[in-house]
């Protein structure tokens, strides 16, 4: 189970890409509302969340990604059941994914010390605060934590999830299938 956190101001897009690509891959992926069951999004587009952060488990949890935008990142960091989810995938070894500003969050944990890892550029201070090591991809795997650039890249965040999650050959099938071209 992949659980994509949304809340009250976060990213559409960096959302909703994942979403889509991971159920292209037949990933089982829910939308888990962190400030409620509707959610809107930085753009002033309301989500309803298949299920509120009260009804996440962490039994068979695989990876929780966690979306940009702000109030959005702001939002998810300050949430005790977030930092509780985060907290459980560090432990059990599971696959933690943030995008745009959201690597922060990581980052202030103290989990990317030592690794490759990337984020807007307003927010690659926190990365570099934090121990990361800066990367000029778009797009980073570094063990268990893939981290993204932002908003532009979603659909490539997206795909790498995909691969980490199933196969680079399902990744690769949805990416012919999508026409996308890697940057």
């Not at 889509?20 to 969340?49: H, M, P, Y």
Request: aromatic share 4%.
């Amino acid at each position: 189970m992949v659980y994509v956190l949304l809340a009250e101001g976060f990213e559409l897009v960096e959302a909703l890409a994942p979403v889509d690509i991971l159920r292209r891959a037949k990933v089982e992926v829910r939308t888990v509302g962190v400030t409620g069951k509707r959610v809107a999004a930085s753009n002033g587009v309301e989500v309803t969340a298949d299920l509120e952060i009260a009804q996440a488990e962490t039994t068979g949890l695989d990876c929780v990604v966690l979306p940009g935008g702000l109030p959005g990142t702001l939002n998810l960091e300050k949430s005790q059941e977030v930092q509780a989810l985060v907290d459980a995938c560090a432990k059990n070894g599971k696959l933690l994914a943030a995008i745009c500003a959201a690597p922060s969050i990581l980052a202030h944990k103290g989990l990317l010390k030592g690794r490759n890892a990337t984020a807007f550029p307003n927010f690659q201070k926190d990365v570099a605060e934090g121990g990361g090591i800066l990367s000029e991809n778009y797009v980073v795997q570094d063990g268990l934590f893939i981290t993204g650039r932002g908003m532009g890249v979603s659909v490539q965040f997206g795909l790498k999830l995909a691969e980490a999650l199933t196969s680079k050959e399902t990744a690769d099938a949805i990416r012919a299938g999508i026409q996308f071209e890697t940057l």
